[in-house]
């Protein structure tokens, strides 16, 4: 898993460590006894609380064991669990008027408080449009978990990440 650091973060370290390397400049190219020297040091000591963050990152890296995340594998093909319709949310962007494209889409079902990851199968010629229900297949990553909480005609939230997509409901389940 990539650690996420925030753009902003990284923004404000690049800075520090621009102002600590021109503060550095400034101590090595004027005479000690000045006003501008003192500023260079100063820019200097601005970067101390920066590097203590960096180790604590380093050390939480080097610690974190290496776990292989649990997810559909590559080499086995698709085994519908249900059919489901789905019906997605208008889009808020107008580039964002297809999010789900064709070909097999990673997802998350939520009903209530749990989610289910499971693969769509969007046929090439049937990319859903919002706010129009399609029928489409569905394998889910735990069918032994997921199949006995959804009931038929049971609404469910779909998941991208954290953007939820749409809304849909179990039509039937698929004979594996």
Do not use: Y
């Not at 890296?61 to 649990?70: D, G, I, Y």
């Not at 097999?104 to 859903?128: H, K, M």
């Amino acid at each position: 898993m990539k650690p996420n650091i925030s753009s902003r973060r990284q923004i404000i370290t690049i800075v520090l460590l621009l102002l600590a390397i021109g503060g550095g400049l400034v101590r090595w190219l004027t005479p000690p006894p000045s006003l501008i020297r003192d500023l260079g040091t100063l820019l200097l000591v601005l970067w101390l609380p920066i590097v203590g963050n960096i180790i604590a990152w380093l050390m939480a890296r080097a610690h974190r064991p290496k776990v292989q995340q649990p997810g559909f594998s590559q080499d086995a093909g698709f085994v519908p669990s249900a059919r489901v319709e789905l019906t997605l949310f208008p889009a808020a962007v107008p580039a964002e008027s297809r999010p789900v494209r064709a070909g097999f889409f990673p997802c998350i079902v939520v009903l209530g408080t749990e989610g289910f990851s499971a693969l769509l199968e969007v046929p090439q010629s049937a990319e859903p449009v919002p706010e129009v229900p399609q029928a489409l297949q569905i394998q889910f990553l735990r069918p032994e978990l997921a199949l006995p909480r959804l009931q038929l005609d049971r609404e469910f939230t779909l998941l991208s990440g954290r953007k939820a997509l749409g809304r849909g409901k179990l039509l039937d389940l698929t004979e594996a």
